[in-house]
């Protein structure tokens, strides 16, 4: 069974650029997590989705970070503009229907 | 506010020592509870799950659960190198996981 799938793997930008992340989650896993963590801190939760509805973004700062899961499926991260702060590892994972969450490879993010 | 607390370390053993993590958590809601063990560089890769208080084993790991403390523990027997990385505690509540810092291990051949 394939795993989660993120892309980019890396990615470099100057503070006020934008950038976008996708995942892809496991097959027929209906929820679907952003997270982002921070160098030396445990991941926390931006977004949840059950199949294609937000159940939670209140950790999201929506001023800037947006996040959609059209179909269902994938599901994309925008952050617009970025700032320095912003510099992470950004983890999708996913769940069936439990608490039991499997992680993609992560996107990490640098912001100069 | 969810919080879990662990401590940062590093906890370093020797190879084929007991290593003992610990974690306690403030949400008397969370229901469930997970170690996930994450190597420099990568994403988080679960290794134990718990619901129940008592004990859980699985081959050279053991969760351990004390809902009245708000307390899950994680042992490593027989630590092997190849154990050294940080070990994330996450409590669930409602499907969603609230992290610990994590605690660096290291295993020292």
């Known amino acids: 069974e394939a795993g989660v799938a993120q892309s980019p793997r890396y990615k470099i930008i100057e503070k006020r650029q934008s950038v976008a992340f996708w995942c892809n989650p496991i097959?027929?896993?209906?929820?679907l997590y952003w997270y982002q963590q921070i160098l030396g801190q445990g991941p926390k939760l931006l977004i949840q989705?059950?199949?294609?509805?937000?159940?939670?973004d209140s950790q999201l700062p929506k001023d800037r970070f947006s996040a959609e899961r059209l179909k269902g499926v994938d599901s994309t991260l925008k952050i617009q503009p970025a700032k320095l702060e912003d510099s992470a590892v950004y983890l999708c994972?996913?769940?069936?229907?439990?608490?039991?969450?499997?992680f993609g490879p992560g996107t990490r993010l640098l912001v100069l | 506010q969810k919080e879990v607390e662990q401590n940062s370390g590093p906890l370093s053993v020797p190879e084929g020592a007991i290593a003992s993590l610990n974690c306690t958590y403030s949400d008397r809601g969370s229901q469930s509870f997970f170690w996930y063990r994450q190597y420099s560089g990568k994403s988080p890769e679960l290794i134990m799950s718990i619901y129940s208080n008592g004990d859980k084993e699985d081959g050279r790991f053991t969760a351990q659960l004390n809902k009245a403390s708000q307390y899950v523990s994680l042992l490593i027997r027989d630590s092997q190198p190849s154990d050294s990385a940080t070990y994330l505690c996450?409590?669930?509540?409602?499907?969603?996981?609230?992290f610990g810092k994590g605690t660096k291990l290291s295993v020292i051949p």
């Open positions: 994972a996913s769940s069936e229907y439990s608490e039991t969450q499997y």
């Open positions: 996450a409590a669930s509540s409602l499907y969603q996981l609230t």
């Open positions: 989705f059950q199949n294609n509805g937000v159940v939670d």
């Open positions: 097959s027929g896993h209906a929820t």
